[in-house]
């Protein structure tokens, strides 16, 4: 008569039940933990250090490069982050990049707020959704640019990919303290770089 393979008996039924659970705990975290990490959708958009860029680049009509460019410098006072002082400013932009609003340059001698210099703007491409057309700041991470909310991405002309919350049109600046700035953005490499 042949012989049969005993096997060890089985846990009890509640270990397997615990261990399945602290499974599909841990496994619910990590999944939770990646989609906190950068999943935002993106949209298509364009960017460039200026009107006359945007022509060269060929991709939009000169008319809609100077609209998108004029759009964005006129909301670049109301739309920029403010700063207590030059130092925070720089802090988040860059040395030598960063400037007194317009009437307060006038009415004080250095005290007061502070805001990054528009070095750049984006306006949207018609096919992937509405983009506002906004100025871009530099980072102070090398290569980079940011919008006024924060989102960051690659500082190169031309086509771009950004997270879509980044493509709406950007709320009136606030004082923010240092590293106060947005943390979000996305990147992708490749093509001409522009600010600096």
């Given amino acids: 008569m042949a012989k049969f393979k005993q096997f060890p008996p089985r846990p009890p039924l509640v270990a397997r039940k ?19 990490t950068g999943c935002e959708e993106k949209v ?11 022509i060269v680049g060929g991709e939009l009509s000169e008319a809609d490069c100077q609209a998108g460019f004029a759009a964005a410098q006129k909301d670049h006072a109301r739309v920029a ?4 002082s030059r130092q925070d400013c720089e802090a ?33 491409r018609a096919m992937s959704g509405p983009v506002a057309a906004q100025p871009l700041y530099r980072s102070s991470s090398a290569g ?10 690659d500082a190169k002309a031309g086509p771009v990919s950004v997270p879509k919350s980044a493509a ?3 709320s009136a600046g606030k ?3 240092r590293s106060g700035f947005g943390r979000t953005g996305g990147s992708r490499s490749g093509g001409r770089s522009f600010g600096g």
Avoid: F, N
Wanted: glycine fraction near 10%; charge should be positive; include cysteine.
């Fill in 18 to 36: 615990r261990s399945s659970r602290v499974a599909l705990i841990a496994m619910g975290v990590s999944v939770s933990a990646l989609a906190l």
């Fill in 44 to 54: 298509d958009a364009l960017q460039y250090s200026s009107a006359e860029a945007c």
């Fill in 81 to 84: 982050p403010k700063y207590q």
């Fill in 92 to 124: 988040e932009h860059g040395a030598a990049a960063c400037q007194q609003p317009a009437q307060q340059q006038q009415a004080s001698s250095g005290g007061g707020l502070w805001m990054p210099l528009m070095i750049g703007y984006m306006m949207g």
């Fill in 144 to 153: 980079k640019v940011r919008t006024a909310s924060g989102a960051k991405w």
């Fill in 168 to 170: 709406a049109r950007p």
């Fill in 175 to 177: 004082v923010v303290s």
